[in-house]
């Protein structure tokens, strides 16, 4: 299984961003689809995740600005990411829950993409 997260870059502060993440290989179901960051200095923490019986949770602060959906038949999911400020400059990374018959449920992590927001 590999994920693939694109769609960061560079934006001005009070600007959107999305983000997607796309799933590949072998799966039978996504159980949770996530988006985590890391700000320099800082620990990784979670943005949003969203379980495929569509319950979400927010991390601390992220409820207001940032939006999660997924497109089940393509295992891929998207963060919508709105009003930006500088302190939301920070790797972001997409996670999922996966199962497959072979290995049960396993947590996998895209490569990370950069999101830099300017003041």
């Known amino acids: 299984v590999q994920l693939q997260a694109s769609g960061g870059g560079l934006v001005q502060a009070g600007g959107s961003l999305r983000l997607s993440c796309a799933a590949s290989?072998?799966?039978?179901?996504?159980?949770?689809m996530s988006w985590y960051r890391q700000r320099p200095g800082r620990q990784r923490e979670l943005v949003v995740s969203?379980?495929?019986?569509?319950?979400?949770r927010y991390g601390d602060s992220m409820r207001s600005r940032f939006t999660i959906s997924r497109d089940i038949s393509s295992n891929t999911w998207d963060l919508q990411m709105n009003d930006l400020e500088s302190e939301d400059t920070a790797a972001y990374y997409c996670n999922a829950n996966i199962y497959n018959y072979g290995t049960g449920s396993v947590d996998y992590w895209g490569q990370g993409t950069q999101v830099t927001v300017s003041s």
């Open positions: 290989g072998n799966i039978v179901v996504i159980n949770i």
């Open positions: 969203l379980t495929k019986e569509g319950r979400i």
